[in-house]
Protein backbone atom coordinates (compact mmCIF):
# COMPACT_ATOMS: atom_id res chain seq x y z
CA UNK A 1 0.00 0.00 0.00
CA UNK A 2 1.14 3.40 -0.69
CA UNK A 3 1.19 4.73 2.82
CA UNK A 4 2.71 1.98 4.23
CA UNK A 5 5.88 2.30 6.19
CA UNK A 6 8.38 0.42 3.85
CA UNK A 7 6.83 1.65 0.61
CA UNK A 8 7.57 4.94 1.96
CA UNK A 9 11.06 4.07 3.06
CA UNK A 10 11.26 2.86 -0.87
CA UNK A 11 10.44 5.87 -2.42
CA UNK A 12 13.23 8.01 -0.18
CA UNK A 13 15.75 5.92 -1.33
CA UNK A 14 14.90 6.31 -4.97
CA UNK A 15 14.75 9.90 -4.35
CA UNK A 16 17.68 11.77 -5.72
CA UNK A 17 18.25 13.73 -2.16
CA UNK A 18 18.26 10.12 0.18
CA UNK A 19 22.00 9.77 -0.20
CA UNK A 20 23.40 13.06 0.70
CA UNK A 21 20.56 13.21 3.91
CA UNK A 22 21.95 9.81 4.67
CA UNK A 23 25.51 11.28 4.42
CA UNK A 24 24.62 14.49 6.42
CA UNK A 25 23.07 12.53 9.33
CA UNK A 26 26.04 9.78 9.19
CA UNK A 27 28.36 13.01 9.42
CA UNK A 28 26.46 14.94 12.45
CA UNK A 29 26.10 11.65 14.39
CA UNK A 30 29.98 11.38 14.38
CA UNK A 31 30.37 14.93 15.72
CA UNK A 32 27.95 14.75 18.04
CA UNK A 33 29.67 11.49 19.59
CA UNK A 34 33.12 12.53 19.22
CA UNK A 35 32.61 15.39 21.87
CA UNK A 36 30.13 12.94 24.12
CA UNK A 37 30.67 11.06 26.71
CA UNK A 38 31.18 8.25 24.14
CA UNK A 39 33.97 9.78 22.61
CA UNK A 40 36.48 7.66 24.02
CA UNK A 41 34.80 4.18 23.25
CA UNK A 42 33.67 5.74 19.58
CA UNK A 43 37.97 6.79 18.55
CA UNK A 44 39.00 3.30 20.37
CA UNK A 45 36.47 1.26 18.31
CA UNK A 46 37.72 2.94 15.40
CA UNK A 47 41.74 1.81 16.39
CA UNK A 48 40.84 -1.64 17.26
CA UNK A 49 42.43 -4.22 14.99
CA UNK A 50 39.68 -6.67 13.26
CA UNK A 51 42.87 -9.03 11.38
CA UNK A 52 45.72 -7.69 9.94
CA UNK A 53 43.84 -4.15 9.81
CA UNK A 54 41.88 -1.29 12.47
CA UNK A 55 38.62 -1.39 11.73
CA UNK A 56 39.43 2.43 10.46
CA UNK A 57 41.75 0.90 7.89
CA UNK A 58 39.09 -1.75 6.61
CA UNK A 59 36.59 1.14 5.74
CA UNK A 60 39.09 3.56 4.26
CA UNK A 61 40.77 0.39 2.17
CA UNK A 62 38.35 -1.85 2.12
CA UNK A 63 34.63 -0.32 1.93
CA UNK A 64 35.93 2.35 0.10
CA UNK A 65 37.40 0.13 -2.58
CA UNK A 66 33.83 -0.41 -3.52
CA UNK A 67 32.77 3.15 -3.85
CA UNK A 68 35.79 3.40 -6.44
CA UNK A 69 34.36 0.31 -8.01
CA UNK A 70 30.97 2.49 -8.19
CA UNK A 71 32.65 5.59 -9.48
CA UNK A 72 34.63 3.59 -12.10
CA UNK A 73 31.26 1.60 -13.11
CA UNK A 74 29.60 5.18 -13.49
CA UNK A 75 32.90 7.13 -15.05
CA UNK A 76 33.06 3.93 -18.11
CA UNK A 77 29.05 3.80 -18.70
CA UNK A 78 29.12 7.59 -18.51
CA UNK A 79 31.93 7.83 -21.22
CA UNK A 80 31.18 4.87 -23.65
CA UNK A 81 27.27 5.31 -23.55
CA UNK A 82 26.17 8.34 -21.63
CA UNK A 83 26.51 11.77 -21.27
CA UNK A 84 29.92 12.15 -21.73
CA UNK A 85 29.96 9.58 -24.95
CA UNK A 86 30.07 12.90 -27.13
CA UNK A 87 32.89 15.36 -27.34
CA UNK A 88 30.38 17.67 -27.59
CA UNK A 89 28.43 16.34 -24.41
CA UNK A 90 32.22 17.06 -22.57
CA UNK A 91 33.33 20.32 -23.22
CA UNK A 92 31.07 22.20 -20.84
CA UNK A 93 31.51 19.50 -18.04
CA UNK A 94 35.22 19.36 -18.64
CA UNK A 95 36.34 22.64 -18.71
CA UNK A 96 34.53 23.43 -15.51
CA UNK A 97 35.68 20.74 -13.50
CA UNK A 98 39.28 21.16 -14.62
CA UNK A 99 38.97 24.90 -13.53
CA UNK A 100 37.50 23.43 -9.75
CA UNK A 101 40.51 21.80 -9.48
CA UNK A 102 43.22 23.85 -10.25
CA UNK A 103 41.80 27.07 -8.84
CA UNK A 104 40.97 25.41 -5.62
CA UNK A 105 44.37 23.72 -5.53
CA UNK A 106 46.02 27.45 -6.13
CA UNK A 107 44.06 28.75 -3.62
CA UNK A 108 44.93 26.11 -1.13
CA UNK A 109 48.78 26.43 -2.14
CA UNK A 110 48.76 30.12 -1.47
CA UNK A 111 47.95 29.96 1.83
CA UNK A 112 50.32 27.00 2.87
CA UNK A 113 53.14 28.18 0.43
CA UNK A 114 55.87 28.47 2.91
CA UNK A 115 54.99 25.03 4.36
CA UNK A 116 56.38 22.11 3.66
CA UNK A 117 54.21 19.84 5.39
CA UNK A 118 50.85 21.27 5.08
CA UNK A 119 51.51 21.42 1.40
CA UNK A 120 50.94 17.92 1.00
CA UNK A 121 47.07 18.61 1.44
CA UNK A 122 47.04 20.59 -2.16
CA UNK A 123 44.66 17.99 -3.46
CA UNK A 124 41.95 18.54 -0.67
CA UNK A 125 39.52 20.83 -1.92
CA UNK A 126 39.73 19.56 -5.66
CA UNK A 127 36.94 17.40 -4.63
CA UNK A 128 33.15 17.90 -5.63
CA UNK A 129 30.69 15.23 -3.36
CA UNK A 130 28.00 14.40 -5.90
CA UNK A 131 25.64 12.81 -3.19
CA UNK A 132 25.84 16.07 -1.29
CA UNK A 133 25.55 18.21 -4.57
CA UNK A 134 23.11 16.89 -5.83
CA UNK A 135 21.24 16.14 -2.84
CA UNK A 136 21.15 19.72 -2.10
CA UNK A 137 19.98 20.63 -5.41
CA UNK A 138 17.48 17.74 -5.65
CA UNK A 139 15.71 19.83 -3.08
CA UNK A 140 14.95 22.65 -5.22
CA UNK A 141 12.50 20.63 -7.28
CA UNK A 142 12.18 22.28 -10.26
CA UNK A 143 13.41 25.48 -9.84
CA UNK A 144 16.59 24.16 -11.49
CA UNK A 145 16.30 23.08 -15.07
CA UNK A 146 17.21 19.71 -15.29
CA UNK A 147 20.56 20.25 -17.92
CA UNK A 148 21.69 21.93 -15.14
CA UNK A 149 21.50 18.47 -13.16
CA UNK A 150 23.18 16.45 -16.06
CA UNK A 151 25.77 19.63 -16.30
CA UNK A 152 26.51 18.81 -12.90
CA UNK A 153 26.49 14.71 -12.63
CA UNK A 154 29.13 15.09 -15.63
CA UNK A 155 31.12 17.20 -13.78
CA UNK A 156 31.24 15.28 -10.86
CA UNK A 157 31.96 12.42 -12.41
CA UNK A 158 35.38 14.04 -14.55
CA UNK A 159 35.96 15.57 -11.02
CA UNK A 160 35.98 12.07 -9.87
CA UNK A 161 38.02 10.27 -12.73
CA UNK A 162 40.42 13.31 -11.96
CA UNK A 163 40.93 12.24 -7.96
CA UNK A 164 41.77 9.14 -8.72
CA UNK A 165 44.39 10.25 -11.35
CA UNK A 166 45.88 12.08 -8.41
CA UNK A 167 46.19 9.77 -5.85
CA UNK A 168 47.70 7.43 -8.15
CA UNK A 169 49.82 10.03 -9.28
CA UNK A 170 50.81 11.98 -6.07
CA UNK A 171 49.73 9.88 -2.93
CA UNK A 172 50.72 6.37 -3.62
CA UNK A 173 54.52 5.75 -2.22
CA UNK A 174 56.68 2.69 -1.26
CA UNK A 175 55.77 0.69 -4.11
CA UNK A 176 56.51 -2.94 -3.77
CA UNK A 177 57.51 -4.12 -7.37
CA UNK A 178 56.81 -8.09 -7.04
CA UNK A 179 53.06 -7.11 -5.57
CA UNK A 180 53.05 -4.83 -8.20
CA UNK A 181 53.95 -6.97 -10.76
CA UNK A 182 51.27 -9.40 -9.27
CA UNK A 183 48.53 -7.10 -9.28
CA UNK A 184 49.21 -6.26 -13.03
CA UNK A 185 49.08 -9.57 -13.47
CA UNK A 186 45.98 -9.98 -12.24
CA UNK A 187 44.44 -6.91 -14.44
CA UNK A 188 46.10 -9.20 -17.60
CA UNK A 189 43.55 -12.14 -16.42
CA UNK A 190 40.65 -9.49 -16.24
CA UNK A 191 41.24 -7.70 -19.33
CA UNK A 192 41.30 -11.55 -21.06
CA UNK A 193 37.66 -12.02 -19.34
CA UNK A 194 36.52 -8.93 -20.63
CA UNK A 195 37.81 -9.93 -24.46
CA UNK A 196 36.91 -13.45 -24.62
CA UNK A 197 33.26 -12.12 -23.56
CA UNK A 198 32.74 -13.41 -20.05
CA UNK A 199 29.62 -12.03 -19.02
CA UNK A 200 28.91 -13.77 -15.33
CA UNK A 201 30.10 -11.29 -12.93
CA UNK A 202 31.78 -13.83 -10.50
CA UNK A 203 34.85 -14.65 -11.95
CA UNK A 204 35.81 -10.32 -12.32
CA UNK A 205 34.57 -10.18 -8.48
CA UNK A 206 36.92 -12.98 -7.58
CA UNK A 207 39.94 -11.75 -9.76
CA UNK A 208 38.69 -8.58 -7.96
CA UNK A 209 38.99 -9.21 -4.31
CA UNK A 210 42.85 -11.03 -5.26
CA UNK A 211 43.41 -7.43 -7.01
CA UNK A 212 42.34 -5.74 -3.93
CA UNK A 213 44.76 -7.71 -1.74
CA UNK A 214 47.95 -7.51 -3.81
CA UNK A 215 47.19 -3.77 -4.64
CA UNK A 216 47.22 -3.11 -0.96
CA UNK A 217 50.33 -4.93 -0.52
CA UNK A 218 52.17 -3.11 -3.62
CA UNK A 219 51.94 0.17 -1.68
CA UNK A 220 49.36 2.11 -4.34
CA UNK A 221 46.58 2.72 -2.39
CA UNK A 222 44.10 -0.05 -2.10
CA UNK A 223 41.04 1.87 -2.97
CA UNK A 224 42.15 2.20 -7.44
CA UNK A 225 41.71 -1.34 -7.57
CA UNK A 226 38.27 -0.95 -7.44
CA UNK A 227 38.26 1.23 -9.96
CA UNK A 228 40.77 -0.63 -11.99
CA UNK A 229 38.26 -4.08 -11.86
CA UNK A 230 35.09 -1.31 -12.83
CA UNK A 231 36.93 -0.30 -16.02
CA UNK A 232 38.13 -4.08 -17.04
CA UNK A 233 34.30 -4.90 -16.82
CA UNK A 234 32.62 -5.57 -19.97
CA UNK A 235 29.49 -2.53 -20.84
CA UNK A 236 28.66 -4.87 -23.99
CA UNK A 237 26.47 -7.85 -23.01
CA UNK A 238 27.56 -10.06 -26.48
CA UNK A 239 28.63 -8.93 -29.98
CA UNK A 240 29.24 -5.26 -30.64
CA UNK A 241 26.97 -2.52 -31.61
CA UNK A 242 24.43 -0.36 -30.18
CA UNK A 243 21.95 -2.53 -28.60
CA UNK A 244 24.48 -4.50 -26.97
CA UNK A 245 26.26 -1.50 -26.06
CA UNK A 246 22.61 -0.07 -24.18
CA UNK A 247 21.48 -3.95 -22.83
CA UNK A 248 20.41 -3.47 -19.52
CA UNK A 249 21.92 -7.41 -18.78
CA UNK A 250 25.37 -6.02 -19.61
CA UNK A 251 27.38 -7.60 -16.58
CA UNK A 252 28.84 -3.81 -15.94
CA UNK A 253 24.39 -2.11 -15.61
CA UNK A 254 24.30 -5.51 -13.88
CA UNK A 255 26.87 -4.82 -11.03
CA UNK A 256 26.38 -0.83 -11.50
CA UNK A 257 22.39 -1.56 -10.19
CA UNK A 258 23.47 -3.99 -7.23
CA UNK A 259 26.07 -1.12 -5.99
CA UNK A 260 23.24 1.53 -6.58
CA UNK A 261 22.00 1.19 -3.14
CA UNK A 262 24.72 -0.45 -1.31
CA UNK A 263 27.06 2.75 -1.66
CA UNK A 264 24.90 5.61 -1.06
CA UNK A 265 23.19 4.23 1.97
CA UNK A 266 25.75 1.82 3.62
CA UNK A 267 29.53 2.56 2.66
CA UNK A 268 29.34 6.28 2.50
CA UNK A 269 27.59 6.48 5.74
CA UNK A 270 29.48 4.25 7.09
CA UNK A 271 32.93 6.14 5.85
CA UNK A 272 31.32 9.55 6.71
CA UNK A 273 30.27 8.04 10.56
CA UNK A 274 34.35 7.09 11.00
CA UNK A 275 35.91 9.82 9.79
CA UNK A 276 34.15 13.32 10.07
CA UNK A 277 34.11 12.45 14.15
CA UNK A 278 36.13 15.80 14.78
CA UNK A 279 36.86 16.44 18.75
CA UNK A 280 37.05 19.84 19.67
CA UNK A 281 38.69 19.58 22.60
CA UNK A 282 41.80 19.61 21.50
CA UNK A 283 41.10 22.72 19.19
CA UNK A 284 40.88 26.01 19.77
CA UNK A 285 39.77 28.93 18.01
CA UNK A 286 42.95 29.53 16.41
CA UNK A 287 42.06 26.36 14.55
CA UNK A 288 39.74 28.56 12.30
CA UNK A 289 42.21 30.64 11.12
CA UNK A 290 45.04 27.92 10.61
CA UNK A 291 46.83 28.22 6.79
CA UNK A 292 45.99 24.96 6.07
CA UNK A 293 42.19 24.92 7.58
CA UNK A 294 42.00 28.58 5.67
CA UNK A 295 43.27 26.85 2.45
CA UNK A 296 40.77 24.01 2.53
CA UNK A 297 37.88 26.19 3.45
CA UNK A 298 38.96 28.57 0.79
CA UNK A 299 39.94 26.51 -1.69
CA UNK A 300 36.36 24.78 -1.36
CA UNK A 301 33.85 28.32 -0.96
CA UNK A 302 36.22 30.41 -3.24
CA UNK A 303 38.26 28.43 -5.58
CA UNK A 304 35.53 25.92 -7.07
CA UNK A 305 32.95 28.91 -7.96
CA UNK A 306 36.05 30.69 -9.65
CA UNK A 307 37.28 27.67 -11.06
CA UNK A 308 33.93 25.94 -12.21
CA UNK A 309 32.00 29.28 -13.06
CA UNK A 310 34.59 31.42 -14.56
CA UNK A 311 36.36 28.27 -16.88
CA UNK A 312 32.55 27.67 -17.58
CA UNK A 313 31.86 31.31 -18.82
CA UNK A 314 34.90 31.57 -20.70
CA UNK A 315 34.07 28.34 -23.04
CA UNK A 316 30.63 29.33 -23.68
CA UNK A 317 32.25 33.26 -24.34
CA UNK A 318 34.89 31.71 -27.09
CA UNK A 319 32.28 29.48 -28.60
CA UNK A 320 33.48 26.19 -27.60
CA UNK A 321 30.43 25.45 -25.49
CA UNK A 322 26.82 26.41 -24.91
CA UNK A 323 25.08 27.35 -21.57
CA UNK A 324 22.97 24.38 -20.56
CA UNK A 325 19.64 24.17 -21.68
CA UNK A 326 17.01 26.31 -20.39
CA UNK A 327 20.02 27.37 -17.49
CA UNK A 328 20.54 31.02 -17.03
CA UNK A 329 23.95 32.85 -15.21
CA UNK A 330 23.00 33.09 -11.99
CA UNK A 331 21.56 29.45 -12.15
CA UNK A 332 24.76 28.27 -13.28
CA UNK A 333 26.67 30.29 -10.51
CA UNK A 334 24.50 28.79 -7.55
CA UNK A 335 25.73 25.21 -9.00
CA UNK A 336 29.08 26.56 -9.15
CA UNK A 337 28.98 27.00 -5.33
CA UNK A 338 27.15 23.70 -4.99
CA UNK A 339 30.32 22.42 -6.35
CA UNK A 340 32.11 23.68 -3.15
CA UNK A 341 30.40 20.46 -1.18
CA UNK A 342 33.72 18.30 -1.43
CA UNK A 343 32.77 16.07 1.88
CA UNK A 344 33.92 12.77 0.89
CA UNK A 345 36.44 12.81 -1.55
CA UNK A 346 38.01 15.66 0.56
CA UNK A 347 38.01 14.10 3.75
CA UNK A 348 39.42 11.04 1.83
CA UNK A 349 42.33 12.75 0.54
CA UNK A 350 43.05 14.43 3.43
CA UNK A 351 43.57 11.42 5.18
CA UNK A 352 45.95 10.25 2.52
CA UNK A 353 48.06 13.42 2.62
CA UNK A 354 48.26 13.81 6.42
CA UNK A 355 47.95 9.99 7.50
CA UNK A 356 50.91 10.33 10.27
CA UNK A 357 49.65 14.02 11.40
CA UNK A 358 46.52 14.01 13.52
CA UNK A 359 46.45 18.07 13.99
CA UNK A 360 46.63 18.33 10.47
CA UNK A 361 43.79 15.80 9.72
CA UNK A 362 41.54 17.79 12.21
CA UNK A 363 42.69 21.13 10.56
CA UNK A 364 41.40 19.57 7.23
CA UNK A 365 37.97 18.69 8.59
CA UNK A 366 37.68 21.81 10.09
CA UNK A 367 38.00 23.54 6.64
CA UNK A 368 35.88 20.86 4.93
CA UNK A 369 33.18 21.20 7.42
CA UNK A 370 33.32 25.17 7.43
CA UNK A 371 33.92 25.38 3.79
CA UNK A 372 31.17 22.93 2.53
CA UNK A 373 28.29 23.90 4.99
CA UNK A 374 29.17 27.60 3.43
CA UNK A 375 29.53 26.34 0.09
CA UNK A 376 26.04 24.26 0.40
CA UNK A 377 24.43 27.10 2.32
CA UNK A 378 25.18 29.55 -0.53
CA UNK A 379 24.25 27.78 -3.36
CA UNK A 380 20.74 26.55 -2.46
CA UNK A 381 20.22 30.26 -1.11
CA UNK A 382 21.29 31.51 -4.58
CA UNK A 383 19.37 28.83 -6.70
CA UNK A 384 16.51 29.57 -4.43
CA UNK A 385 16.20 33.15 -5.32
CA UNK A 386 17.35 32.64 -8.66
CA UNK A 387 13.98 30.86 -9.89
CA UNK A 388 11.22 32.04 -7.45
CA UNK A 389 8.53 31.14 -9.88
CA UNK A 390 9.97 27.98 -11.32
Same mark, same amino acid.
Given at each position: ????????????????????? /????????????? $???? &???????????????????????????????? /?????????????????? $?????? *????????????????????????????????????????????????????????????????????????????????? &? #?????????????? =??? $??????????????????????????????????????????????????????????????????????????? #?????????????????????????? =????????????????????????? *???? #?????????????????????????????????? #?????????????????????????????????
Amino acid at each position: MSWSPIRRIRDFMDGEAAGGL /VLMAAAAAALVIA $NSPW &SDAYFAALAAYLGPLSVLHWINDGLMAVFFLL /VGLEIKREVLNGELATAR $NRVLPG *VAAVGGMLVPALIYAGFNLHDAAALKGWAVPTATDIAFALGVLSLLGNRVPVSLKVFLTALAIIDDLGAVIIIALFYTGGL &S #PAWLAAALGTLVLL =GAL $NRFGVARLWPYLVLGVLLWVLVLRSGVHATLAGVALALLIPLRQSGSGTAALASEHSPLLRLEHALHRVVPFLII #PIFGFANAGLSFAGLSPAALVEPLTL =GVAGGLLVGKVIGVFGFSALAIRCG *VATL #PHGARWIQLFGVALLCGIGFTMSLFIGLLAFADA #PLLQSEVKVGILCGSFLAGLSGWAVLRWASPGR
